[in-house]
C-alpha cells in the first residue's frame, strides 16, 4: 500500500482530504504544519505528500525545500493543495521541485486525476 | 413524470438528436430538463412535454442542447492522445511528409476540451510540425457549447480536470477566477455546428476524425449509419478514434481495430464493405470477426 502524508492546518481539510485518499487505497499520516511534516519525514519519507502552503511554524514551500535535501527526498511525489491560485504561486512551487497543484476547492474527482497524472495511481483509476 | 410524457421525451430526443434513452433514464431526463423547465418558469417536465407538442422551435433546442451536452475534460481518458502523439502522429508525419499537412476533426468537440488538449499535444511536438499546415476542425450539435469552446474559458474546476499543471501554466492565461486557453491554441481550432445525423460531407476529408463518446447515445441503426458516412469522410491510410466503451466490432467493416491500440480504427478498402454487407443482428458479429 502506498503511502500519503497530508500536511494542512485544517482538521477538516485533513479529514476530507483521508477520507478521499483511502478511497484510492493509500494509507495516509496527517501533520497539521511543515516542521511536524519535516519530522515525520525524517523518520520515513512517504511515497506521496499534499501539501498545502500557508501554515504556522513552517509554511509548505520551506517545507518541501528542507525535505527534498534528506536522503531519498526526490522520491515523494509533492502535490501542492492550496488557495494559493495564481500563476505565480504555480511557478514558484513547480520550480521547488512541486510534481503537480491542486488549487482549493479541490474535490476526489480532482484528487484522482493529479495523483494519476503524477503516476501514484493508474489512469484508469482516476475515471471511476 | 408519467410513463407517457417520458416516452415521448425518448422520441422526441431520438428524433431530434439521435440520442437513444433506454427505458430507464428518466433520473437523467429529470436531472437535465427539471432545472430547464424551472427557468422557463414552467410547473415541470409535464408543462415541458405540452409545450414541446405545442411546437415551440426554442424550447426545441434548448431541451436538445440539455440533454446532449456531457461532461467533459482535459487529455480524457489520457490513453488516446498518447496515441494520437505516438502513432498516429508520427504515422502521419512520414506519410504526408511530401505535403506537409494535416486535417483532423473532432466530430464531438463538446466544450473544447478535446480539440484544445489535440492542439496542445501538436504545439508539444514542436519542430516535427515545423512548416506544417495543421487543420482541426470542431463540430458539436450545441450552438451553446461550441460558442464555451470557442472563448476557451475555464473554470478553476474544470482545467483540474486531465489538465497537467505545466500545461496550464504554459497554454493559459490566468482572468480572475477563470482560465482562458492563448490566443495562438484558439487559432489552431474552427468551430463549427454540426448534427451528426445529417450530412457532413462538405467538411471535406480527414486524416483523423475523433469520434468520442457521443454514438454510445445512438441506435445501432444510427450508429452504423454514421460510421458508413465517417468511412467516406477519412483518407486511406487515416485514422479513427472511438471512446473507450465504444467499437466498430459487430457494427461494420467500413473500419477494422489496430491491435495493441485500443481506440484505435484505421478505414478498411471500402469495395470490400460493398462486397460484404452487414446483416442485422447476431450475423454482423460474426461477419466482422470473419473479415479480420
New interface residues.
Given amino acids: 500500500m502506498k503511502t500519503c502524508l497530508v500536511v494542512d492546518d485544517s482538521s477538516v481539510v485533513r479529514k476530507i482530504a483521508r477520507r478521499i485518499l483511502e478511497g484510492l487505497e493509500f494509507e495516509v499520516t496527517e501533520a497539521e504544519d511543515g516542521s511536524k511534516a519535516l519530522e515525520i519525514c525524517q523518520r520515513q519519507l512517504p511515497d506521496a505528500v499534499l501539501l498545502d502552503w500557508n501554515m504556522p511554524v513552517m509554511d509548505g514551500f520551506e517545507f518541501m525545500g528542507h525535505m527534498r535535501r534528506l536522503p531519498g527526498g526526490d522520491q515523494p511525489k509533492v502535490v501542492f493543495c492550496t488557495t494559493e491560485?495564481?500563476?505565480a504561486h504555480?511557478?514558484q512551487a513547480?520550480s521547488g521541485g512541486a510534481n503537480?497543484?491542486?488549487?482549493k476547492p479541490?474535490d476526489k474527482?480532482?484528487i484522482a486525476?493529479?495523483f494519476?497524472?503524477v503516476g501514484l495511481i493508474p489512469?484508469g483509476q482516476a475515471?471511476v | 413524470m408519467t410513463p407517457t410524457e417520458y416516452e415521448y421525451l425518448r422520441k422526441f430526443l431520438k428524433d431530434n438528436s439521435g440520442l437513444d434513452l433506454s427505458a430507464e433514464k428518466q433520473y437523467l431526463i429529470e436531472s437535465r430538463l427539471l432545472p430547464l423547465a424551472r427557468k422557463a418558469g414552467m410547473s415541470g417536465i409535464a408543462e415541458l412535454v405540452q409545450k414541446l407538442q405545442g411546437g415551440s422551435r426554442q424550447l426545441i433546442t434548448d431541451v436538445v442542447e440539455a440533454m446532449t451536452t456531457n461532461e467533459t475534460?482535459f487529455f480524457r481518458?489520457?490513453?488516446p492522445f498518447d496515441h494520437f502523439r505516438d502513432h498516429i502522429m508520427s504515422e502521419i508525419i512520414k506519410a504526408r511528409a511530401a505535403k506537409r499537412s494535416v486535417r483532423i476533426w473532432c466530430a464531438a468537440g463538446s466544450t473544447g476540451q478535446e480539440p484544445y488538449s489535440l492542439a496542445m499535444c501538436l504545439k508539444e511536438m514542436g519542430a516535427a510540425l515545423t512548416g506544417w499546415r495543421v487543420e482541426i476542425i470542431a463540430t458539436d450539435l450545441s450552438q451553446e457549447v461550441l460558442e464555451k469552446a470557442r472563448a476557451g474559458v475555464y473554470s478553476?474546476?474544470e482545467v483540474?480536470?486531465?489538465l497537467?499543471?505545466?500545461m496550464?501554466?504554459k497554454y493559459f492565461k490566468?482572468i480572475g477566477e477563470t482560465w482562458q486557453i492563448n490566443p495562438e491554441l484558439r487559432a489552431m481550432i474552427q468551430h463549427r455546428q454540426l448534427n451528426l445525423l445529417h450530412d457532413f460531407a462538405q467538411l471535406g476529408t480527414f486524416d483523423v476524425i475523433f469520434c468520442r463518446n457521443v454514438l454510445i447515445y445512438f441506435d445501432q441503426d444510427t450508429k452504423i449509419n454514421v460510421f458508413n458516412r465517417l468511412a467516406r469522410q477519412i483518407e486511406p491510410d487515416g485514422f479513427l478514434v472511438l471512446g473507450?466503451a465504444e467499437t466498430v466490432v459487430g457494427l461494420t467493416d467500413t473500419f477494422r481495430p489496430i491491435a495493441e491500440r485500443r481506440g484505435l480504427y484505421k478505414p478498411n478498402d471500402p469495395r470490400a464493405a460493398v462486397t460484404k454487407p452487414v446483416l442485422a443482428g447476431v450475423a454482423p458479429r460474426m461477419a466482422a470477426m470473419a473479415g479480420r
Fill in positions: 491560485n495564481n500563476v504555480i511557478a513547480l503537480e497543484y491542486i488549487m479541490f474527482d480532482i486525476d493529479k494519476a497524472e489512469v475515471m | 475534460f481518458d489520457k490513453v478553476q474546476f483540474q480536470r486531465g497537467p499543471i505545466q496550464l501554466v490566468q473507450a
